[in-house]
């Protein structure tokens, strides 16, 4: 499997994580800023949250991180919490903008 069969696969798995807070999951949401795959299949996330106090910061990451080591072919998965550039609404896809009424 390639990586871009496996990113593919990481990118679906990030779909079915939610802020608990809000209806819509963490990459429509655009919380995830980088996704690498290394060459022995070491991912590696950038992630934002919508609030730097966000309480359910380790649930979040916890879960994906799980998740994403739960990908056939993925070895290990690091997520690092980034706050630049700052999360905003704008990050968001066209399908989360239209769930939560910002269109």
Do not use: H
């Not at 696969?9 to 994580?17: G, R, S, W």
């Not at 819509?24 to 022995?40: A, W």
């Not at 730097?52 to 690091?78: H, L, W, Y």
């Amino acid at each position: 499997m390639g990586k871009f069969e496996i990113e593919e696969k990481i990118v679906a798995m990030l779909k079915t994580v939610y802020d608990p807070e809000i209806p819509v999951n963490v990459y429509d949401l655009g919380l995830i800023y980088k996704i690498d795959v290394s060459d022995s299949f070491d991912v590696s996330i950038d992630m934002t949250l919508t609030a730097p106090n966000c309480p359910a910061a380790d649930f979040i990451m916890e879960d994906i991180r799980q998740k994403i080591e739960s990908v056939e072919g993925v070895s290990s998965a690091t997520i690092n919490l980034v706050f630049e550039p700052e999360w905003d609404k704008d990050m968001m896809s066209e399908e989360a903008k239209l769930e939560l009424g910002f269109l």
